[in-house]
């Protein structure tokens, strides 16, 4: 009994003595963490060539498992956004993806979950790097009204980090964004957009009325090529500049699972959400339609993203991708969060892995 009272009092001892050194512990830890996190640039060690880096693979839907819509390029280090949707800046910390880096963003529409992350990215490249200039942020006619309700939005918020941290740090000028717009001339269904560098960016139509302008964007660096769909059903001009491509990365819905939520949503007495629902499928093109676009165009790969619904369960992936993959014999994959595709100059590699944690 003796033994086992002294066994008792040792163990509490040594749990008291854990317990305590939890602190120092902890610190240690995190000394260690931040060393690693401050000093990380994934985009440093990529070969030279065209990469996609997923920074949001979700939708207007909730889901904890995926961001807003957001992709990012990268093309000789270069880093551009094609949206921003929320939690991309997250999406970048996580990645050991210096915000920093990033030159501009394209915008595909003006759909809330499409721009919703564009402050907090904004924040963190012109803290990241005490930018000078504003975020670009590049679309069709009317991304000038955005960028200037932004600015608006944000314009005390600035004002006080600069009279916090100092001009150096966080110089006035750096704040916010600037809006490009561009246009089609009569009858153009693409136009060019960046051509600097070796990187040429062009816009092209895409169907996702009533939301209209609605753009996708092709970029072509070093004889690699990727496309982004933006938002899209099915478009014969989507076919006709993703002709080619190495990588096509497109909006994907799935009409059966979407439609078993709306049922549910009715026989919950939700008929509001039951009709949003429905309607959200006509804009959309499903994972078999973006496969035969995809063969239809000859590119090598498929991303999806984009994901409506979300996907909780793994196994929900199957009824998701329905015969996708029997109609595009080429990689085709689910995007997730942090996935980076990588194309390399000078080769036909068509690389997948995940950045951070």
């Known amino acids: 009994m003796k033994r086992l009272?002294?066994?008792?009092?040792?163990?509490?001892?040594?749990?008291?003595?854990?317990?305590?050194?939890?602190?120092?512990?902890?610190?240690?830890?995190?000394?260690?963490?931040?060393?690693?996190?401050?000093?990380?640039?994934?985009?440093?060690?990529?070969?030279?060539?065209?990469?996609?880096?997923?920074?949001?693979?979700?939708?207007?839907?909730?889901?904890?498992?995926?961001?807003?819509?957001?992709?990012?390029?990268?093309?000789?280090?270069?880093?551009?956004?094609?949206?921003?949707?929320?939690?991309?800046?997250e999406s970048f910390a996580r990645a050991g993806v210096p915000a920093g880096r990033i030159e501009g963003v394209f915008l595909s529409h003006f759909h809330s979950d499409h721009l919703d992350g564009l402050?907090?990215?904004?924040?963190?490249?012109?803290?990241?790097?005490?930018?000078?200039?504003?975020l670009a942020l590049t679309g069709p006619a009317g991304v000038e009204r955005i960028a200037a309700g932004l600015n608006a939005l944000y314009a005390i918020d600035n004002g006080y980090r600069t009279a916090h941290h100092g001009a150096p740090a966080t110089p006035p000028s750096g704040a916010g964004f600037a809006g490009r717009a561009f246009a089609f001339a009569e009858g153009q269904t693409s136009v060019v957009v960046l051509d600097d560098g070796g990187l040429r960016v062009t816009a092209f139509r895409v169907d996702h009325g009533p939301a209209e302008p609605a753009v996708g964007y092709r970029f072509d660096y070093r004889g690699r090529s990727l496309v982004v769909s933006g938002d899209s059903s099915a478009s014969a001009n989507l076919v006709a500049n993703a002709r080619g491509a190495d990588l096509l990365i497109h909006d994907a819905l799935s009409p059966a699972l979407v439609r078993r939520m709306s049922a549910a949503a009715t026989a919950a007495g939700q008929k509001n959400r039951a009709k949003i629902l429905l309607d959200i499928i006509d804009y959309h093109a499903g994972p078999e339609e973006v496969a035969m676009q995809a063969r239809a165009a000859g590119v090598k790969s498929v991303l999806l993203t984009h994901i409506v619904p979300p996907l909780p369960l793994r196994g929900l992936e199957v009824p998701f991708l329905g015969a996708a993959r029997q109609a595009f014999d080429g990689p085709l994959w689910i995007a997730r969060d942090r996935d980076l595709i990588s194309l390399p100059a000078g080769s036909a590699r068509i690389d997948r892995r995940r950045l951070g944690r």
């Open 119 to 134: 402050a907090a990215v904004a924040l963190q490249r012109w803290i990241g790097r005490a930018a000078t200039t504003p």
């Open 5 to 89: 009272l002294a066994a008792v009092v040792v163990l509490a001892v040594l749990l008291g003595a854990v317990w305590y050194a939890r602190g120092p512990i902890a610190l240690a830890v995190m000394d260690r963490s931040l060393a690693k996190t401050m000093g990380a640039d994934a985009v440093a060690g990529l070969p030279d060539g065209l990469h996609a880096f997923v920074c949001g693979s979700g939708s207007p839907l909730p889901d904890r498992d995926r961001n807003g819509p957001c992709t990012a390029v990268v093309a000789g280090g270069r880093v551009f956004l094609v949206d921003a949707g929320e939690g991309a800046a």
